[in-house]
């Protein structure tokens, strides 16, 4: 739709015909007249195609024989307009019903063909149609927008409720350090364990903000993809988790030189997100084990009995390349596996492991961004793997 079209919006859906005979014009009219929706007339091919440019339309019956511009070359030009080119064309001619006729109408764009006389019944019975489908696509529109504003108004919340929320939280956590740095001797041991379930509470809200802010700015991420070797990102990030605890006898085992066309800055947060998770659930583990690696396709489809969280799709017509991440550790029960995505979602005690329920919500938002898949295999106490699909580099 062209700005013009904009500013005079229509309630109804609206008819362009187009006949440089002024009695065609009147007849189709008035066999249109019981119809709900407003009819434009257009005199010839130019006429027709400044209506189309100022008006959004659901349906127009054109002419095929017109001095000047004729109806083939009308319907080529709305085609050739990215404004017009989504406008169905009805051809109404004069012309002998032949083969040639009806093919270079549907070359040029036709939906459907009517030759004169027309009857009036299935002349509103096609169009009627075309109207039907025009109010269907608008109001699907409309709900599609109204719910992208929806959307879009309650990040805009969440980010602003993060921001003040964690206002309050400095002073109490700080005050609490205060009194027990400085006051801790005045007190017993059970008011220093208030002000220590203070502070550490006043942390763990912290944290679930932080993570909640994570999440809104991910959603509202722009993707920006390139050859990444994912063999490289995984790595890094293992040796930052043995940087973090040295003593842990964890082994991990790397596939080489797995690339992929993926946002690296998106794709690290996801491989964060489960390489922490997998060193969180192996923790408890004398010797643990954590894997990444690929599957072919024949046996990523066997492997897909967990929980499918994610989208189907990927760049069209590129291959999709299955990744894993495979832990030994205390593993989930497939049984609650539907909710495993959802924010603050969690399958163990947090006495047992910390965490906020996020992270998982991350990693999903990351691999639909990029229209891939991700779903999991697991079991207690068997290790859990989790599966994602990103597009195959290019080679």
């Known amino acids: 739709m062209t700005p013009e079209a904009e500013l005079s919006p229509m309630t109804r859906p609206t008819v362009l015909i187009v006949d440089d005979v002024e009695a065609n014009l009147i007849a189709l009219d008035a066999a249109l007249g019981s119809l709900d929706c407003d009819l434009v007339r257009a005199s010839s091919g130019n006429e027709g195609l400044r209506a189309l440019l100022r008006h959004d339309f659901a349906v127009m019956l054109l002419d095929v024989q017109m001095p000047g511009m004729d109806g083939y070359e009308m319907a080529a030009y709305a085609r050739g307009n990215p404004s017009t080119r989504d406008v169905p064309i009805i051809f109404v001619t004069a012309m002998l019903e032949a083969e040639a006729t009806a093919l270079r109408g549907y070359g040029t764009g036709a939906v459907d063909f009517l030759f004169k006389p027309v009857n009036p019944y ?38 602003s409720v993060s921001h003040d929320l964690r206002a309050p939280l400095r002073p109490l956590d700080g005050f609490s350090q205060t009194l027990l ?117 024949l046996s990523a489809v066997g492997a897909e009995v967990g929980a499918e969280a994610g989208t189907k799709g990927g760049r069209s017509g590129g291959k999709q390349l299955v990744c894993f991440v495979r832990d030994d550790g205390a593993g989930f029960d497939l049984a609650h596996a539907s909710r495993m995505c959802q924010p603050f979602q969690r399958f163990h005690n947090s006495k047992q492991f910390e965490g906020t329920g996020i992270g998982l919500a991350i990693v999903q938002l990351v691999f639909r961004h990029h229209e891939g898949r991700f779903w999991a295999d697991s079991a207690p106490e068997r290790g859990a793997t989790f599966f994602f699909t990103l597009p195959a580099a290019e080679k």
């Not at 017993?188 to 700015?217: C, N, V, W």
């Open 122 to 159: 299935i002349l509103r019975s096609k169009v009627q149609v075309f109207l039907d489908l025009y109010t269907s696509r608008r109001k699907l529109a409309d709900t599609v927008a109204a719910h992208e504003r929806t959307l879009a108004d309650l990040e805009a919340f969440n980010y």
């Open 181 to 297: 740095e400085e006051y801790g001797e005045q007190l017993d041991e059970t008011g220093r364990g208030y002000l220590t379930k203070i502070r550490s509470a006043a942390q763990r809200m912290g944290q679930l903000i932080d993570d909640l802010l994570r999440l809104s700015r991910i959603r509202a991420a722009e993707l920006h993809p390139k050859t990444c070797c994912l063999s490289d990102l995984v790595s890094a990030i293992a040796t930052e988790l043995r940087t973090l605890e040295p003593a842990r006898s964890v082994e991990f085992l790397v596939q080489p030189e797995v690339r992929v066309y993926a946002d690296p800055a998106l794709v690290r947060i996801a491989l964060e997100n489960l390489l922490r998770n997998a060193w969180k659930f192996t923790s408890k583990k004398p010797s643990a084990r954590i894997e990444f690696g690929t599957l072919d396709a």
